[in-house]
């Protein structure tokens, strides 16, 4: 499978099934184990929910089945790959930090990092956007 592929997907219209009852089916349809294959985050306020897998699979295969499953057809729920992206948004950044700081930190393999290609900050957010060189610094 080509590294290009994202190791999270994103779980569309979850208003009508509770974030046990999702982790559930996902460990079914997977046959992998929250937290230790897999995390699930629950974005409430736009009924969405992605599910990031530690574990390396197949994650194309993995939303063919779910589109197949029925207890998600019952609940409506959609599944689909999310986007690879190069920038995330740090949130709680003190605006006294400095962006080299920033850039070490998200450099740092310790952290899950890569190369950080740019650093923008949003003193009156407190929150700073961290572009990579490539998506896989984005962990």
């Not at 590294?3 to 509770?18: K, L, M, R, Y």
């Not at 070490?104 to 949003?122: R, T």
Request: proline letters at 5%.
């Amino acid at each position: 499978k080509s590294a290009e592929t994202s190791p999270s997907v994103v779980f569309e219209n979850i208003q009508g099934c509770s974030p046990k009852c999702l982790t559930t089916l996902l460990e079914s349809i997977s046959g992998l184990a929250v937290d230790d294959d897999f995390t699930v985050e629950v974005i409430p306020g736009i009924n969405v929910a992605v599910a990031t897998f530690i574990k390396s699979i197949d994650t194309e295969e993995f939303v063919k089945k779910c589109s197949r499953n029925k207890r998600l057809k019952e609940f409506k729920v959609t599944a689909r790959l999310l986007e690879l992206t190069r920038s995330i948004k740090a949130e709680n950044v003190p605006a006294s930090v400095p962006t080299d700081s920033i850039s070490a930190y998200f450099e740092s393999a310790q952290n899950g990092g890569g190369p950080v290609s740019d650093v923008q900050l949003f003193p009156e957010e407190n929150s700073a956007i961290i572009t990579f060189c490539n998506h896989k610094g984005n962990t």
